[in-house]
């Protein structure tokens, strides 16, 4: 196994030790609390480490119509601010109908119903053929973080809790789908109730595996879609996506931040 990877296989199981032995007081270990301290240290500093390089697989869009690219790998990498649990290049898409529908970020207070957002209930497809092999719909689906007060609340008290927690937390509800050669396609915060496929299940590209949602680490409803070398999600590394035909001019490849997904 290469240090990347190996580094990324051993990020996950700091993080939750490390709160122990500082909260505890270091369980009555000589030096226990700043032991504590370097594994939370050590957690961070592996979020850093980019994973092995790979090639940029060509994948079916996972949505249909008019979806906005928020936090894409177009623009920077890694998308979103780092490399654990195999986001590096991970992108996430909100729908946004010509209509305008879609509510504005701090319109309607901090905490908005999901049911005021247009991608919830959206269908999700598979942007590959495979094998499900992680397959979670029992999270709730939780009100929108629509203001700055509830978004700072979320970057900070609540996404360092689910860190802690694992990788279910932060997904929420979520369909792992592994291809024949291994690359395993990760769609996250589904809604509750919604995945139609089980664990063992074969599935086409483009078909349906569940709808949109707003379940774990997430301020709207929206989907976050990445590729890993891993259905261990929590200890993955990220390999490079483009989507068929998902480009703004319709060429292969991925929207920048604030770009239409040229879907289906």
């Known amino acids: 196994m290469s240090p990347r990877r190996a ?5 996950p199981l700091l993080p939750a030790p490390g709160v122990l032995l500082i909260a505890s007081d270091g369980l009555g270990l000589p030096a226990g609390p700043l032991l504590g301290f370097l594994l939370i240290v050590g957690f961070v500093v592996l979020d850093r480490v ?7 697989r060509v994948v079916e869009p996972p949505v249909d119509g008019a979806w906005r690219a928020l936090n894409s790998p177009a623009t920077k990498v890694p998308s979103h601010g780092t490399h654990g649990l195999g986001q590096t290049w991970a992108l996430d898409l909100v729908a946004e ?11 309607g207070g901090q905490w908005r119903p999901v049911t005021d957002y247009p991608a919830f209930g959206l269908p999700v497809r598979s942007p590959v053929a495979g094998r499900v092999v992680r397959a979670h719909d029992r999270r709730s689906d939780h009100r929108a973080r629509s203001g700055w007060l509830s978004l700072v609340y979320l970057l900070t008290v609540e996404g360092f809790v689910r860190q802690v927690a694992g990788a279910r937390w932060m997904l929420g509800n979520h369909v792992v789908v592994e291809t024949d050669d291994g690359t395993c396609a990760v769609l996250a915060h589904l809604r509750r109730g919604s ?13 349906q595996v569940a709808e949109c949602g707003n379940s774990g680490n997430s301020s ?37 931040d604030q770009e239409l997904l040229g879907a289906r």
Do not use: I, K, N, Y
């Open 97 to 107: 109908p010509a209509d305008g529908t879609r509510p504005a970020f701090g319109s």
């Open 195 to 207: 995945v139609r496929v089980a664990v063992g299940e074969r599935v086409a590209a483009g078909q």
């Open 7 to 11: 580094a990324a296989r051993v990020r």
């Open 50 to 56: 980019a994973p092995p390089p790979a090639p940029v």
């Open 220 to 256: 709207e409803p929206h989907l976050h879609v990445q590729l890993t070398d891993s259905a261990w999600v929590a200890g993955s590394c990220g390999r490079p996506m483009a989507f068929r035909g998902g480009a703004p001019g319709g060429a292969d490849g991925l929207p920048a």
